[in-house]
């Protein structure tokens, strides 16, 4: 389980990555995170020429990942998305999604590791 705090606006948010988010994610928005962020991934990356596509499915794939890592890591933030979004200025999702996928590849990395020991 890896934990990484980020700066959104004036607010530390605090995001966690273990086993237990695939079946988070699922139970909340009934979808398969793997899928979503390898979606994510593809869409993030850079084109060649300097410029990104994220397309209207892919911010919302970011609030959802960013929002079950947030409530894993706090699990006092609200219960609904909308609401924990609402607590936050706008803000680049070019800055915090690469911290996001950072943490999930720690986590992923961090598991394989330890499954050939």
């Given at each position: 389980?890896?934990?990484?705090?980020?700066?959104?606006?004036?607010?530390?948010?605090?995001?966690?990555?273990?086993?237990?988010?695939?079946?988070?994610?699922?139970?909340?928005?009934?979808r398969?995170?793997?899928?979503?962020?390898?979606?994510?991934?593809?869409?993030?990356?850079?084109?060649?020429?300097?410029?990104?596509?994220m397309?209207?499915?892919?911010?919302?794939?970011?609030?959802?990942?960013?929002?079950v890592?947030?409530?894993?890591?706090?699990?006092?933030?609200?219960?609904?998305?909308?609401?924990?979004?609402?607590?936050?200025?706008?803000?680049?999702?070019?800055?915090?999604?690469?911290?996001?996928?950072?943490?999930?590849?720690?986590?992923?990395?961090?598991?394989?590791?330890?499954?050939?020991?």
């Amino acid at each position: 389980m890896l934990k990484k705090t980020v700066t959104i606006g004036d607010k530390e948010v605090t995001f966690k990555s273990s086993a237990a988010i695939p079946r988070m994610y699922r139970i909340k928005f009934k979808r398969d995170i793997f899928k979503d962020l390898t979606k994510l991934e593809k869409s993030y990356k850079d084109k060649g020429d300097g410029t990104t596509e994220m397309e209207i499915e892919d911010l919302e794939i970011f609030e959802n990942v960013a929002y079950v890592m947030a409530l894993h890591a706090d699990p006092s933030i609200p219960g609904e998305i909308g609401e924990w979004l609402d607590q936050f200025e706008m803000f680049s999702i070019y800055e915090i999604l690469p911290e996001i996928l950072e943490l999930w590849g720690s986590n992923l990395f961090t598991d394989v590791n330890a499954k050939k020991n």
